[in-house]
């Protein structure tokens, strides 16, 4: 290279260090006038109007709910706002301050001079959540020794409605985190990274930069999409509610989940609470979700599944046939149905019409016990189903591994053995899914942060009956709902259901029996019946009043079920 070309490159490269070190040292010498020569000044302008979020604020994901025609709805966000904080030693009039402040906002007297009290310390929040347009005129005040501080809280547009799906952000220890329902079971997804994030444009693309070249999406934090459509869960409540409401029963809930993909609807429980005033409920057992912690002896219900394993097995056909004399003897206790009434020589169809416990029983023993086992075991009742929400428990069948035939005997009809109610719907819908039980779910997809959209996969079914099996005893529980609940008042001329009610008596802790004044009652039905869209499933624990859930809850479902069909329009099957 000519030594005039090398010279003229030195130049350039000097120029442009010269200029570098003229711009660093520029900003040297700003930061040492902002910070040293004016901090005191600066600090004093930042604490009469703003400064940097609070310490314990956090961004965090949203989760949304979906409506049937596929727009989302904001389940939970967050919401931003300011908070108010005082220095007590710079207030001059406490009371005069306080009178300006609550004529803006509502402030809490006792907190308020509570904290003016405290002249040695430095720093003391009075109030929370204080919005945009209070604290510009309380900006505009001047007022010495009051501190904007900018906030964000979660936030449930929704209110109590799916509260115990998707629970709260709380505190544990002193971090804030999802401590029930999908907050916490997806706490991962929606938490943010912690670091400080101050208002500054010029910080704020540096601080973040990093997330834009992130290479895996799944490794980044977004938002979650359930398949929980608010008009169908709102529904599902006011039903609960009403049946809470009429049998004064101590707990109701319910679900509505698609057989076929195992996308729940709606799951709801009563008694509930706001997610947005968790701190003001006292029975902080109330935020624990029945249908997924709680485990119960189902009582019939159980039966369908009985008849599809005696089916399945080629143990018996719906036209088989057996004597009934109202009770059986087995292991030296005698069990009975339910009025102990014998009816004679009865069918299969008989057994799921009357919900006869020694027809359930004589099907089981049909079966043999190993193999009945194995049918329970197949359908998960002893296992958790993988639902997407904490604290799930397994069910209790010890009794149908190596137990007596008193113990194969009350299972059968669903007595000795215990699950929770999300189990009990998983394991159901083998006859709504051509024997197949899916594995229950509520979120549908992630909305990452880039945008990128991440749809969750649905995961592997477990095939428990033949696809000919679930057909035979969807046939039986649709003459169940047609001809013996209720003497047929029911039925639906243009659409089949399949369905059984439950009444289970309710065991006393120690296992020392069953109350004979306590029941559970429980409900499940599909529809339509060779076309399922919709399982539905409700129980109601010691509703007064009424002694069979055919009384309490076969009408609630009958309501969420025309809800339903008109709601998504299923077309007429008969």
Known sequence: MPQTAKSRLRNRARILSGIFILVAGFLIVRLYFVQIIHGDKFARDAMGQYVAPAPDTQERGSIFFTRNDGASVAAAVMQSGWRIAIQPKSLTDPAAIYEKLNGLT???RERFFGSADKTGDPYEEVAFKVPDDAASAIRAKKISGIILVRDEWRYYPAGALAAHTVGFVGYKGDTKTGVYGLERSWQDTLTRTSRDHYVNPFAEIFTNVGDLFASDPSGRQGDIITSIEPAVEKELEEALEEVREKYDAKIVGGIVMNPRTGEIIALGAKPDFNPNTYNLVSDIAIFSNPLVENIYEM???MKPLTVAAGIDAGAIRPESIYEDRGFIMRSGKK?????GK??????????????????AAFIAEKTGHSVFSDYIHAAGLGEKTGIDLPNESAGLIRAIEGGTDVDYASASFGQGIAFSPIAMVRALSALANGGAIPVPHIVTAIRYQSGVVKKIPVAEQRQVFKPETAETVTRMLTTVYDKALLDGELREERYSIAAKTGTAQI???GGA???????LHSFFGYFPAHDPQFIVFLYALE??????ASRTLARPFHEIAKFLINYYEIPPDR
């Open 513 to 519: 029996g069953y109350y004979d004044d306590r029941y």
């Open 543 to 548: 509703p007064r009043g009424e002694l069979y």
């Open 342 to 359: 014998a009816r004679g020589v009865v069918s299969m169809q008989e057994v799921l019409n009357q919900s006869l416990n020694t027809g």
């Open 299 to 301: 009582g019939s219900i």
């Open 507 to 509: 065991a006393v802790p």
């Open 335 to 339: 069990i009975s149905n339910f009025d």
């Open 106 to 108: 509502p402030i809490d």
